[in-house]
């Protein structure tokens, strides 16, 4: 089979002709993954599970793992249901999701104090997100050896397939999530006859009771220890042959957790005698169905609490039992693919061998070459494919591991982190064209300001208004980790601006966005801090429990510099190193931006003059960056070089929180700010590459701040260094361990080398690197409403076009190939 297809994009509509032979987004294997020994219905132990051997893989920690989950698993999802599919050949397994399976509660009471997560954390905890189930599939084969094997995911059609041949017939294995008819769907059909003979059983996490229905269907439910109710069914359909439910009786399991040595984490242990199952006897072929509900409604007002997922499932099924297996597939590859195919690119080959290289193998090749761009070009894609399964409207947001989880103790509680990476993980979202796949995570932002009012007043004083939240979120509006984290108001303040200014929706910015936005500012206004001349009034805190004491000008020179009145963010801490410490850069830099997007914004909807004019007012007397002596910029409203005991501040912290407003903010750029720019550069480069800089979600920050100070050759190291520091063979990103921030960061920092729009200008290719030379993007965003496409050879742009929706636009500025040029969008239909 060849991974090459040819590309002619011919894209009438936008004026650009490009013939290039792009190969297709696919990731692909010569091996399954490893499947850890597990007990199933038919058998107490499936360890001699005939499959092809698997990839030794290394878990979070390091060590080597009989399970490679990891590493070596794909992902599929549809928003709502996730599955991490093995891709084994006598036993499969598919590890399932679903986005709203979550332990924990507000866990008031101890809000944040009590970070107790695992399968059974109560209402009073904060609770963890549960992977939900295992779909396992143990086929019969002929005794011949499995030969031809390949396992790949399509990126054009978010479809996995798994194919062998054995004996004398073809093997093929889908599977994929529907988001319109909203299952799982798993399917294996044979070249011959008769060669599709299978076991199948739906397995728990949790203690789970179990039921039959009609038409060779599994119920497994449970509540969990927060009352929280899920049902997962799986239904067989099958063509030819027989099928049949084996059905012991057992209904009711009580599980214990005990460490799994083979994963590495702590897990259930099942008696898995009883527990129904479906047999399937030399079919032709057969399909799987999945549907996995809990009964979670995103509503504080609802206590969170809504439909029975039972009926969801039933009617689920039956809705989809009315379709063919085809017309399934078919609108589900539609539906995705509307979404996929708004954006190609292509940045350069490293020739057709290396592009049809398994991608395991190819990443291996890059540890020693550090050139692919074929294999960059599929990272960024893959950040758009991960974002389209996992994120998509009227579903919570992604997590630290997008919606795909398979363990009951996940690292960091699979939570909802925010002092980088949920955010981070939607940097794609506008730029990369899946502008709807945002949704979720500005409903998620809007949702959750009703209980955050509340746990804002107790932990602020009952005068101030609007809200903020601890450093990580559960489902519940509760709070994990003691530290709060104030200023993170105003970084979703961000995306809700950009959602506005790439949409130019302004009936999402009046009613979404801007009540919104007006609420952040309040709890500024009332939680800003007047510091006299020197400085007089400033505080800090060398950790937690050291005592509060003053910065003074006689330690801090600089401080005369300070002006009275000067306002500045109480007590924040400079993600997640230093003091607590009142004027902390990352915060002042956020606020600034906030009441900047606030006041354009109510200038837009022409209301609130008044209050803005304050609002501005304030915004001047805000603390500003410094430049510090070494030529940096200041973290700090100080100038620090070490803290106490000599560790240096300058460098070695994976956060870059001080140049927020360089990337994802925008208040400092080479335009509009060039000395200050010039600091954040030198605070970039003193950060170094090692140790604590490599993490999942370094890279994609630090190539999108380089981006934007146009260092195109840094900007593709960064790029570089992710592949070869932090990436698995799956392209999940690894922290480690594995999270996903960096997999789906990664479209939008690389986004930023091709284009920028934050200056009030759309700049092509503002760091292109030497290695992508030749090239094309068609479908990327700019602010205004405005797509872009474009090609380019030897650095240079040689063909763009503009289009909007939005009817009679305005000429905006273009700088191509560093002249700047008017240029009216052409108007397109939606
Ligand atoms: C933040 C980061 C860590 C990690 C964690 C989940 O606290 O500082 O590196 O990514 O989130």
Not at 18 to 24: D, K, N, R, S
Not at 366 to 391: C, F, M, N, W
Request: proline share 6%; with cysteine; net charge neutral.
């Amino acid at each position: 089979m060849t991974t090459r297809t040819l590309i002619y994009t011919l894209a009438i509509c936008t004026g650009i002709a490009t013939a290039t032979e792009a190969p297709a987004p696919v990731l692909w294997y010569k091996q399954p993954a490893i499947i850890s020994e597990t007990p199933l219905p038919w058998a107490t132990s499936a360890k001699a599970t005939g499959n092809l051997p698997g990839k030794p893989a290394k878990n979070g920690e390091g060590k080597l793992t009989n399970d490679s989950w990891e590493s070596q698993t794909l992902p599929i999802g549809n928003g709502r249901i996730g599955g991490t599919v093995y891709g084994g050949d006598h036993l499969d397994r598919i590890n399932l999701n679903e986005v709203s399976l979550w332990t924990g509660g507000p866990n008031a009471p101890q809000n944040g104090h009590n970070y107790k997560y695992g399968p059974t954390a109560g209402k009073d905890a904060f609770g963890c997100y549960q992977p939900f189930g295992n779909l396992y599939v143990q086929f019969t084969l002929p005794e011949e050896k499995v030969e031809s094997y390949r396992r790949e995911l399509d990126l054009q059609k978010a479809v996995h397939s798994t194919t062998f041949e054995c004996a004398d017939a073809k093997h093929t294995r889908l599977s994929f999530v529907s988001e319109p008819d909203d299952v799982l769907v798993y399917t294996a059909t044979a070249d011959k006859p008769g060669r599709v003979s299978a076991k199948i059983a739906l397995m728990p996490y949790h203690n789970v009771s179990y039921s039959v229905a009609p038409g060779n269907t599994i119920i497994m439910s449970g509540t969990l220890a927060n009352g929280q109710l899920f049902e997962g069914r799986i239904q067989v359909r099958t063509k030819g042959g027989k099928a049949r439910l084996v059905h012991a009786g057992k209904k009711d399991l009580n599980l214990t957790y005990g460490r799994s040595r083979q994963e590495n984490s702590v897990q259930p242990i099942i008696d898995p005698t009883g527990i129904p199952y479906v047999e399937v006897n030399e079919a032709d072929s057969m399909a799987i169905l999945v549907t996995l509900a809990t009964n979670y409604k995103q509503s504080y007002k609802a206590n969170w609490v809504g439909k029975d997922p039972a009926k969801h499932n039933k009617s689920t099924l039956a809705k989809v039992s009315k379709k063919s297996m085809r017309d399934i597939l078919a609108d589900h590859v539609a539906n995705y693919s509307s979404l996929f195919k708004r954006l190609s690119i292509y940045l350069g080959s490293a020739g057709e061998a290396v592009d049809a290289m398994p991608t395991d193998e190819r990443i291996a090749r890059y540890k020693t070459t550090q050139h692919d761009p074929g294999l960059e070009a599929l990272i960024y894609q893959y950040g758009r494919y991960v974002l389209i399964s996992g994120s998509r409207p009227g579903n919570l947001p992604v997590n630290l591991q997008g919606i795909w989880n398979n363990k009951v103790t996940p690292p960091w509680a699979c939570d909802y982190h925010n002092n980088i990476n949920l955010q981070m993980c939607y940097w794609g979202a506008e730029v990369a064209n899946l502008s709807e796949c945002h949704q979720p995570l500005i409903r998620f932002i809007d949702t959750m300001r009703a209980p955050l009012r509340e746990s804002t007043k107790k932990q602020f004083g009952k005068h101030v208004r609007g809200w903020t939240t601890r450093i990580s979120q559960n489902p519940w509006g509760g709070g994990g980790w003691v530290k709060w984290n104030p200023p993170v108001n105003a970084w979703y303040a961000l995306h809700l601006w950009d959602h506005y200014q790439y949409s130019g929706d302004i009936n999402y910015l009046r009613k979404t966005a801007y009540p919104i936005l007006k609420e952040i500012c309040h709890f500024w206004e009332d939680e800003l801090k007047e510091v006299g001349a020197n400085g007089v009034g400033l505080k800090t805190q060398n950790g937690e429990k050291a005592p509060i004491t003053n910065l003074t000008v006689e330690e801090f020179p600089e401080l005369a510099e300070i002006k009275p009145g000067t306002l500045v963010c109480p007590m924040g801490w400079s993600h997640e190193w230093g003091p607590l410490e009142d004027g902390c850069m990352h915060d002042q830099q956020l606020v600034w931006e906030l009441f900047e997007n606030t006041i354009a914004a109510a200038r837009i909807l022409g209301v609130d003059e008044e209050w803005t004019e304050k609002l501005a007012e304030k915004q001047a007397r805000l603390a500003g960056n410094r430049i510090g002596s070494g030529g940096y910029l200041q973290e700090w409203i100080v100038d620090r070089q070490t803290f106490p005991g000599g560790k240096s501040s300058l460098s070695g912290q994976r956060h870059t929180s001080h140049l927020i407003g360089v990337f994802p903010g925008s208040s400092i750029s080479l335009v509009k700010t060039p000395e200050l720019a010039k600091a954040a550069m030198k605070s970039l480069e003193l950060r170094g590459l090692t140790a604590d800089n490599r993490r999942s979600w370094t890279w994609p920050w630090r190539t999108a701040l380089w981006a934007r100070f146009g260092k195109a050759d840094k900007a593709h190291s960064m790029v570089q260094h992710y592949i070869l520091y932090n990436l698995l063979d799956n392209l999940f990103g690894d922290h480690p361990p594995m999270q996903m921030d960096g997999t789906f960061g990664m479209a939008g920092g690389m986004s930023e080398m091709l284009l920028q729009s934050h200056a009030g200008q759309i700049e092509l290719l503002p760091a292109l690197p030497q290695a992508w030379a030749d090239g094309y993007i068609h479908g990327i965003r700019a602010r205004g409403n405005i797509t872009v496409s474009m090609a380019w050879k030897n650095g240079e742009v040689t063909s763009y076009t503009l289009t909007t929706t939005t009817p009679n636009p305005k000429p905006v500025m273009v700088v191509v190939n560093g002249v700047a040029k008017e240029t009216t969008p052409t108007v397109v239909k939606k």
